[in-house]
């Protein structure tokens, strides 16, 4: 396999090219790349499978990205990882985006309030957020 990088500053997005020399390839390939993202993260530029990202919290001017083994720093604005994440990824509250896939449970929290356990986590859900929560569960079933 070879990689060849191309920086044209006229594109209006990042395109990625695929010559393969036959269709198994291709699908290989394709497949590898779908469902994931780049990000910019305080370290250098990423590229990670939405399957490995559990939650987003966001702080401040900064995001960080709770992944099944690691967690990334970004400077960005929570509404447009949004945008990028696709529709497995849902807000539960100002502060935090989850993988609805991840969701186990709702519950209730003397603590947090109503919280999701998202993979070994608990993640606040707020009221505002709530009543989606739990549309997208009964969407699910």
Do not use: C, W
Request: proline fraction near 1%.
């Amino acid at each position: 396999m070879k990689l060849f990088k191309h920086i044209d500053s006229k594109l209006r997005e990042t395109e990625i090219t695929i010559a393969a020399t036959n269709e198994v390839d291709f699908e290989r390939y394709a497949r590898l790349l779908a469902n994931r993202i780049q990000v910019e993260t305080v370290d250098g530029l990423k590229v990670i499978a939405l399957s490995d990202l559990i939650y987003v919290e966001a702080e401040r001017n900064y995001l960080y990205l709770h992944l099944n083994d690691d967690s990334l720093k970004v400077r960005s604005p929570l509404y447009k990882l949004k945008e990028s994440l696709g529709a497995d990824f849902i807000q539960v509250s100002r502060s935090y985006l989850i993988n609805f896939k991840e969701l186990t449970s709702v519950e209730a929290d003397f603590v947090n309030g109503m919280v999701g356990r998202v993979g070994k986590f608990k993640i606040p859900i707020s009221r505002a957020y709530l009543k989606n929560v739990y549309e997208r569960m009964e969407m699910e079933k």
